[in-house]
């Protein structure tokens, strides 16, 4: 739901993979810098991107949030529980 909109998660998509690398920063915001680290293991990365109607900018999503998310075991870089979380499964590789 976002808003009111009961059905708003039908205008989002949700990528999803292994990395095998994450960052974190380090630092003051002004004079910080990105780390590279190692993910913690059994987790994939997932990014939710909210589709937008066509605009000015031409821009027709923009990402709502990400995550580090457990790793289905039966289903390969998918989170686990990814059929209850999503309505259906677009592609994959």
Do not use: C
């Not at 993979?17 to 997932?46: I, K, N, T, Y």
């Not at 990014?47 to 039966?74: A, M, Q, T």
């Amino acid at each position: 739901m976002l808003g009111d909109d009961m059905h708003a998660d039908q205008s989002a998509l949700v990528y999803t993979w292994r990395s095998s690398v994450d960052f974190e920063w380090h630092g003051s915001p002004q004079d910080g810098s990105p780390v590279e680290m190692v993910p913690l293991p059994g987790r994939v990365f997932a990014v939710l991107v909210r589709l937008e109607d066509s605009n000015e900018f031409n821009v027709y999503g923009s990402i709502e949030r990400w995550n580090w998310i457990k790793e289905d075991p039966k289903f390969a870089e998918a989170p686990i529980g990814w059929s209850q979380r999503y309505g259906k499964k677009v592609w994959s590789w």
